[in-house]
Each structure stands twice: as structure tokens, then as C-alpha cells.
């Protein structure tokens, strides 16, 4: 039976590496693929749309999304089934949120070398994951 395989997913050379670690390993299970439009209120004023609408920023940061997710899968070769998502707000919160209210078997994330104060001042996102997933996390450098 397949396993169910989050792998969130943004810009970065390390969910790119952490997705294709995914499609080999996982062979035959089922990748989500989730990337988080991160919120702020400063991105919602009136003059630039405002969240979940058709206009403004927060259109062209689903469109970006589908785009990256048109990138990545092109660049692996999977022979499972292939899920995307797309939220909005925190990413570690939103990720964290997906895998309570989702049947995820395990979770592939991309993890950036940061040193202990750029973690306690910026946080970590995949670290977040980690210690709260009730699944089995693999973090991908």
C-alpha cells in the first residue's frame, strides 16, 4: 500500500533537494508537495489586493506557486502519484496543521546550516517540524 509523503516546498536548493531525495526513496507512494504563501500583514494593504483574492500579491504568489510547482516536478522522475497544495501563513504553523490534519506516513524537508544564534533569532522551520511531527521527519541539507 503506498505511504503518503509530505515534502513542503518553496524556492530554495534545499526543498529541491529534499523533493528529489523523496522521489528516489519513496518509489510507488504518494508525494504532497506543500508550499506555504507566507503571510504578513504589510503584504495586504488595500492598494496591492488583499489576501485570498483574484488580484494583487496574493494572485501572483499562487501563480508563482504553480509554477514552482511545474519546475520541480519536471525535474524528477516518480512513479507514484503527486499531490500539490497551497496555504498561506506561517510555514513551520501551516506545515505542522497539514500533518495534524492529514494521514501523512513522513515528512522530507530541506534544512538550512544556521548557527545556534541564527536559529534562536530567525527560528527554523524544518527544527519546528521535527519536534512537533507525530510522523517520522527526514531533514535534507
Known amino acids: 500500500m503506498p505511504r503518503r509523503i509530505l515534502v513542503p516546498v518553496?524556492?530554495?536548493s534545499q526543498a529541491s533537494?529534499?523533493?528529489n531525495h523523496a522521489s528516489e526513496v519513496h518509489h510507488g507512494d504518494e508525494l504532497v508537495l506543500l508550499h506555504v504563501i507566507e503571510y504578513s500583514e504589510s503584504l495586504t494593504n488595500p492598494e496591492r489586493g488583499g489576501r485570498k483574492k483574484a488580484e494583487g500579491w496574493y494572485a501572483k504568489a499562487q501563480q508563482d506557486a504553480e509554477a514552482l510547482f511545474e519546475e520541480l516536478l519536471?525535474?524528477?522522475d516518480h512513479d507514484g502519484d503527486v499531490t500539490t497544495?497551497?496555504?498561506d501563513g506561517s510555514p513551520s504553523g501551516e506545515i505542522i496543521e497539514y500533518l495534524d490534519d492529514h494521514d501523512v506516513d513522513q515528512v522530507v524537508?530541506?534544512?538550512?546550516?544556521?548557527?545556534p544564534t541564527g536559529k534562536a533569532i530567525f527560528g527554523s522551520t524544518?527544527?519546528?517540524?521535527?519536534l512537533s511531527a507525530r510522523c517520522p521527519v527526514t531533514i535534507v541539507h
Do not use: E, M, Y
Open 85 to 87: 497544495v497551497i496555504v
Open 109 to 115: 524537508i530541506g534544512g538550512r546550516r544556521r548557527s
Open 17 to 19: 533537494a529534499a523533493l
Open 10 to 12: 518553496d524556492k530554495s
Open 74 to 76: 519536471a525535474d524528477i
Open 126 to 130: 524544518a527544527q519546528k517540524v521535527t
